[in-house]
């Protein structure tokens, strides 16, 4: 295994990690990189326990392998904190983000669909990301909070600095960090008026949620602190997976045209084909956690403090979990995919994702029932937990 070598943010592994997974997976599920001192699991069945078991597989020293820290993170970002901090928080953002909440932007999700796509309409082709997969997140998640159509635009070209990435550092640079701090202030200025000046958005019912303290039992709000790190969360994860999930939809069924050709005859089946493609092509293929005991795994033990990277996109192909997993299958029953995480942590805005991803697909195919895409100018993202087309031509 000496030529057996993965970490998360190597170059080589832009465009297809798939190979070199499968065989962490046949040949070391429990793969050890000595170089930048982490372990990794690969096998679904794994990566399922682990996030079932937050307790050991801990969330408390960061979750992306540059950021990981031997301390436990002082933080109020409901993604780097264990229960039960974590299950407080949680029930607070839950109280705001509601099913009622999500159904409400049915309609709008398939208007702002419709003046993107419209506008490309009789142009012969457009970049399918930068001006349409990219806009319609954000905006989506503005109208959700609050945030006044004057700010979108240039928030969201905030949250792309969130995301810039530089080589052996990863997003842990100065770029990145000045727009997490930016994006943390913009957002933190609208809780503070919704204090004053409460209206029917989630930045008010954030402001105004309550649970009871896990520890004292006395019921409690957000704090300043809380209330924008849900924000910068929600804004910045938000934008970039249904952003990164719509380009490989895009990407994916023009190598798939005879099932692209199936879902605009049938668009009842595009719910199912957007989980398989969440399996097939995870935006965020990758997330970390660390130990907080030894593990004894196939063979292996994993110290107490090991940093663990788990795999989600490999877990996804993983033919001891799916069959013939390297192929698109519309109407493969998903019964279970990783990509949105699981257990404690499964994600908060999954029910949106979902909602967004099937309304783009639906309205691209109402559309345009076939496209190319110029794959010599397609570029891709690829962070150390974000992969996806950042620009991607396509003819129509």
């Given at each position: ?12 592994l832009r465009d297809d990690p798939y190979p070199l997974w499968r065989r962490l997976r046949d040949e070391a599920p429990v793969y ?365």
């Amino acid at each position: 295994m000496t030529d057996l070598y993965w970490d998360p943010i190597a170059p080589e592994l832009r465009d297809d990690p798939y190979p070199l997974w499968r065989r962490l997976r046949d040949e070391a599920p429990v793969y050890r990189n000595d170089r930048l001192d982490f372990y990794a699991l690969s096998r679904f069945e794994d990566i399922e326990a682990a996030h079932r078991d937050a307790e050991t597989f801990s969330s408390n020293h960061g979750t992306t392998l540059e950021t990981m820290s031997p301390q436990p993170q002082d933080t109020a970002m409901i993604i780097w904190l264990d229960p039960p901090k974590h299950t407080t928080l949680r029930k607070l953002v839950s109280r705001a983000f509601t099913v009622r909440r999500v159904s409400m932007l049915e309609e709008r999700i398939r208007e702002i669909c419709g003046e993107l796509l419209d506008a490309r309409v009789g142009s012969g082709g457009f970049d399918y990301v930068q001006d349409f997969s990219a806009i319609l997140p954000p905006t989506v998640i503005s109208i959700l909070l609050g945030v006044p159509r004057s700010e979108r635009e240039e928030l969201r070209h905030v949250v792309d600095n969130v995301f810039h990435m530089e080589e052996g550092v990863g997003m842990n640079n100065e770029t990145s960090l000045n727009a997490l701090t930016e994006l943390g202030l913009r957002l933190g200025a609208h809780f503070a008026d919704r204090r004053a000046n409460p209206r029917d958005d989630v930045f008010t019912d954030l402001v105004n949620a309550e649970v009871a303290d896990e520890q004292t039992g006395e019921p409690r709000r957000l704090t300043d602190e809380e209330l924008a790190s849900f924000g910068i969360l929600l804004f910045s994860a938000g934008s970039e997976t249904v952003a990164r999930h719509l380009g490989w939809a895009a990407s994916v069924l023009d190598q798939y045209p005879g099932q692209r050709a199936e879902l605009a005859r049938d668009p009842a089946l595009i719910p199912g084909a957007v989980e398989e493609i969440l399996r097939f092509e995870p935006p965020s293929p990758v997330n970390a956690r660390w130990t907080t005991r030894d593990v004894a795994l196939r063979d292996e033990t994993i110290p107490a403090g090991s940093r663990v990277i788990l795999i989600t996109g490999s877990a996804g192909h993983d033919e001891r979990k799916y069959p013939d997993p390297d192929v698109l299958d519309i109407h493969r029953k998903v019964d279970l995919h990783m990509t949105f995480g699981y257990g404690v942590h499964f994600c908060l805005g999954a029910a949106l994702a979902r909602r967004e991803g099937r309304i783009g697909l639906e309205e691209t195919l109402r559309r345009w029932p076939e496209w190319t895409v110029d794959r010599a100018g397609t570029e891709m993202l690829y962070t150390s937990t974000v992969r996806g087309p950042l620009r991607l031509p396509i003819r129509v």
